[in-house]
């Protein structure tokens, strides 16, 4: 008997020896000081729900460890506050007459955290890495355009023949196959940030943890508590420090919707995005809430060698049969825009907006559609439509959109859709091996340009699973990207996506919404379409 | 020279499993690079997929990972790719271990309790308000009584955090409803553990002997009682202290119960297959304790297996 309260004594040991391990803590206390010193803490807690997968220019490939990249890094171009690239960790450039050769000069105030040189060395090394094979960066092919770099990375060619030059300490030069209308803007993405050489080859693992990570961005890194938070500081090596007025962000990994937003409603969390479905509505009225467009397009991909959106006229009606905005007020609920083209809004073009100067690319038309589908089946000598099965990877969501697209194809259009679904992986794997009719997918421009929407359906995207190919869609963007005249390059962009939605391989639903609650008190928060939001600006202001 | 043996069967019990996870792993479709943010061109998985080994043929690949497995190297995470399965292990463990034994400790004090109280007070009042508790434990998911709790003692009342881990105060509210419902279920066990005891002749020759009750409850009830509980306990502590995947959603605990979930949906084989090892290994380990432990709470059970 004794024994069995040994084993509950000895459990109780266990745990007070084991509350030790709570890790973290203590910082809590501290910040409800700051209404006593007068002065307003400079600091914020914001939710990034899930652990960055890599905080690590050349490994991450998703928008979480993006957005920590973005405050703690800085590439040759950065973004100003409308979200239009302009220079950064280089002072200047120079583009060749033949738009191929780039030649960057780097500010000599640019530093590293701690307090060395940013070199254009740094630069080279930093993107060699990223095309070196063995690194296996997913991103590698956004530098694909560089001389040299496909070739490499693929494994058949050597990295001396890489168009990336360091000539001097200050002087970065990049050769391109050919020329690329928005380098400016690709150069923003994280892939092309640079790493300090002597703390990556010091350290092979130097982003797994806080202490060894050495950045040249508006913060720095400051502590990582693997799946609960990471902090980040104000980096005072950095050129432009006066601009930033943060000391402190801490990003919060809270997962649970209700539970992120609790917390925001405790005080806990200064900004939370993507709110629980339930609560949207009511605060909506709240002078917290914050809706902003998001860079992507929600929508249901045809497959275009099975019957029956083999027939262009079939995939158009179903298209122009369903109600956008029913769907986006009534379902979708968060404020989203209902979609009638492939690239949302948020691309600047030098005459405004891209998809305000595109408009839409169709009309929803119940009488038409109905029509459109008649004609289609005569032509293919259906007598009834064959069936036809929507699907969609398994999550609640898009389980309601599914149905309200079922109910009103089968209202305006007299036909019966089936509903299928499958878990993620499973799903990726199916719409890859073509074995569908029809289904959902997304796509977030990653760099705010029209490209990076339009090359989804290129006859040789990996990301095209509709079979669609067309030659002249795929010839005009290929024109496209060597076209130096931007406003030519814009019309071609244009007249590609007419190609694209006259087809139709593809329908939009809706174009994606970001909502975030936000403490009042701060100020100056920069919301881009395509990123989380940027705080390097951001401020806090006295009650 | 049984112990020996255990310990053999045990290795051979966790490489069988291992070998099944991989097994039954590899036949679930997809691909741990797929996902709809980079569809990449082929040349780049290619690259991804060297690193990981997984360019190799699946034998292998099963040769490589038991070797790595033998030095207790559980491999690099795909997902988190800075990271690897023994780091992540490492940083969440001491979490839900935390956790768990806190819930386990409630749970196993006051079930005790509960349980004892009811036996004693068997078809009255107390009898009734300890089943009911414990019925109300079992049927009430962590889900739904996590968010409960939540709204109570930190939205409504302030009194502690809503979520996240750093201090005593943030882990109360999670042990509570990780506690409830083996609580529950022991509590049910004692109960009619020790109704059976009491009924035994021993019970009563101890009371016509004049034995104070509270004596005959603790020495000869409580001690015979306990056993059957106890060999409910190992498994309950295990699957306590490596984490629940709900519960540490709901509370943003840094621990590593999300990870056995979230690597399948991610196909994220080291993953997969580090925390199952983990899982089993921590569970092998347990039943062999508790194997021995029986033996010293009851000496009629010899270490010996039959033949010896």
Not at chain 1, 138 to 151: D, L, Q, R, T
Not at chain 1, 262 to 289: C, H, S, W
Not at chain 2, 243 to 252: D, L, N, Q, R
Not at chain 2, 281 to 301: G, Q
């Amino acid at each position: 008997m004794k024994k069995g309260f040994l084993a509950l004594v000895m459990l109780l040991t266990i745990s007070t020896v084991l509350s030790g391990c709570y890790g973290g803590g203590g910082d809590e206390e501290s910040s409800t000081d700051s209404k006593d010193s007068g002065e307003v803490k400079q600091e914020i807690v914001v939710n990034a729900m899930t652990e960055p997968p890599a905080i690590d220019p050349a490994l991450a490939t998703d928008t979480t460890s993006g957005w920590i990249l973005d405050h703690i890094f800085e590439g040759l171009y950065t973004r100003d506050k409308e979200g239009n690239p302009v220079l950064g960790a280089a002072k200047d450039v120079k583009v060749s007459e033949d738009g191929k050769t780039y030649t960057f000069t780097l500010r000599e105030d640019a530093k590293w955290s701690d307090g060395s040189q940013v070199t254009a060395e740094d630069f080279e090394y930093a993107w060699k890495r990223v095309l070196n094979p063995e690194t296996g960066s997913a991103f590698a092919f956004y530098m694909y355009y560089i001389k040299g770099a496909e070739a490499y990375n693929k494994g058949n060619g050597s990295v001396e023949d890489v168009g990336i030059n360091a000539v001097n300490d200050t002087t970065f030069e990049v050769q391109l196959n050919s020329p690329l209308g928005y380098f400016d803007s690709l150069l923003t993405l994280w892939t092309f940030y640079p790493v300090q050489k002597e703390a990556v080859e010091a350290n092979e693992n130097w982003s797994a943890e806080a202490d060894t990570f050495v950045s040249n961005g508006p913060f720095k890194m400051s502590e990582w508590k693997h799946d609960s938070y990471v902090v980040i500081e104000k980096n005072d090596e950095y050129y432009d420090k006066d601009v930033v007025n943060l000391e402190k962000v801490t990003f919060e990994l809270v997962n649970q919707a209700t539970t992120y937003y609790q917390m925001f409603k405790t005080g806990e969390l200064d900004l939370v995005m993507t709110l629980p479905t339930d609560v949207i509505a009511t605060e909506r009225e709240n002078p917290e809430y914050k809706e902003v467009p998001y860079y992507g397009t929600y929508m249901y991909m045809f497959n275009v060698d099975k019957e029956p959106f083999t027939n262009k006229k079939v995939r158009k009606a179903f298209a122009m049969a369903i109600n956008r905005e029913a769907l986006t007020k009534n379902v979708t609920l968060g404020g989203e825009t209902p979609a009638y083209a492939m690239v949302p809004p948020g691309a600047n073009t030098p005459n405004g907006d891209f998809r305000e100067n595109g408009g839409p690319q169709f009309e929803e038309k119940t009488e038409d559609a109905k029509k459109l589908l008649e004609e289609g089946m005569e032509e293919e000598g259906w007598d009834t439509l064959p069936e036809v099965t929507l699907m969609y990877n398994t999550s609640e969501n898009h389980k309601k959109v599914a149905e309200a697209v079922q109910e009103m194809i089968k209202k305006n259009l007299g036909v019966s859709i089936q509903l299928g679904n499958q878990e993620w992986g499973t799903y990726l794997e199916t719409t890859k091996q073509h074995n569908f009719q029809m289904a959902r997918m997304g796509w977030i421009g990653i760099f705010l340009d029209p490209v990076v929407n339009l090359d989804y359906y290129l006859g040789d995207s990996p990301n095209n699973r509709t079979g669609w190919v067309n030659e002249e869609f795929d010839s005009i963007m290929a024109k496209s990207k060597v076209e130096q005249d931007q406003e030519k390059r814009y019309e071609m962009l244009h007249e590609a996506e007419k190609i694209l939605l006259d087809d139709m391989p593809f329908m939009p639903v809706y174009f994606y919404k970001n909502n975030y609650l936000v403490n009042t008190q701060f100020e100056d928060i920069v919301y881009y379409v395509n990123r989380y939001p940027n705080l390097k600006w951001a401020s806090k202001s006295a009650e | 020279m049984y112990i020996v043996k255990r310990f053999l069967t045990m290795l051979l019990t966790i490489w069988v499993i291992a070998s099944l996870t991989f097994v039954i792993m590899k036949f679930i479709p997809g691909d741990p690079f797929a996902s709809d943010a980079d569809v990449l061109p082929e040349e780049v998985v290619e690259n991804m997929r060297a690193k990981y080994n997984l360019d190799e043929p699946i034998p292998i690949q099963y040769v490589l990972y038991i070797k790595n497995l033998a030095m207790f190297d559980l491999g690099p995470s795909i997902q988190s790719e800075t990271r690897t399965v023994n780091d992540i292990i490492a940083s969440g463990f001491p979490a839900s271990a935390t956790l768990g034994l806190q819930s386990l400790l409630i749970a196993i004090v006051f079930g005790l309790l509960l349980g004892i109280i009811a036996a004693l007070y068997h078809n009255r009042f107390l009898d009734y308000v300890s089943m009911v508790i414990a019925i109300v434990g079992i049927s009430v998911p962590s889900f739904i009584l996590a968010p409960l709790l939540i709204n109570y003692f930190s939205v409504k009342w302030g009194l502690l955090p809503v979520a996240s881990w750093g201090s005593f105060q943030h882990s109360i509210l999670p042990t509570l409803a990780l506690a409830t419902t083996p609580l529950a279920v022991v509590a049910r066990f004692m109960r009619s553990s020790m109704l059976d005891v009491m009924n035994q002749n021993y019970i009563k020759t101890a009371d016509a002997k004049g034995l104070s009750s509270f004596k005959i409850v603790l020495k000869h009830g409580i001690r015979n009682a306990i056993l059957p509980v106890v060999s409910f306990i190992g498994p309950l502590f295990v699957s306590l202290i490596t984490g629940t995947f709900v519960i540490e959603k709901i509370f943003a605990i840094p621990g590593i119960g999300k990870y056995f979930v979230d690597s399948i949906f991610n196909r994220d084989y080291p993953v997969i297959m580090g925390t199952t090892v983990f899982f089993s290994v921590i569970l092998v380990f347990t039943l062999f304790l508790i194997d021995i432990s029986y033996r010293l709470i009851d000496p009629r059970i010899k270490l010996t297996s039959k033949g010896d």
